[in-house]
Nanobody
């Protein structure tokens, strides 16, 4: 299976920056996609940003121009650079990885979704 370890959350003032990282390990044949989600208190989990294995990125509208997702394929790691943070960005951020963990999945180019444990990001006004 796949284990995800997140790091980089914390407390920052509005306008500040944080960089989240997520490292995937385990029996991985290939990583098909990586992304970040967030969940604020009382709200549903929402997509923040994704990146494919072809480096195609997507962003939630409210973070466009402020957040940048990137990946290091050699290290099976995904990063989220968050600049000009706002109080409404406060949430628990979760890493998501879609990975092939068997030879069959690899041949079919399919995979399962795996989630990190979450890291708290708090932006004070």
């Amino acid at each position: 299976q796949v284990q995800l370890v997140e790091s980089g959350g914390g407390l920052v003032q509005a306008g500040g920056s944080l960089r989240l990282s997520c490292a995937a390990s385990g029996t991985i044949f290939s990583i098909l996609g990586m992304g970040w989600y967030r969940q604020a208190p009382g709200k549903e989990r929402e997509l923040v940003a994704t990146i494919t294995n072809s480096d195609i990125t997507t962003y939630e509208d409210s973070v466009k121009g402020r957040f940048t997702i990137s990946r290091d394929n050699a290290k099976n790691t995904v990063h989220l650079q968050m600049d000009n943070l706002k109080p409404e960005d406060t949430a628990v951020y979760y890493c998501n990885v879609r990975a092939s963990t068997t030879h069959r999945q690899f041949r079919l180019r399919v995979g399962d979704n795996y989630w990190g444990q979450g890291t708290q990001v708090t932006v004070s006004s």
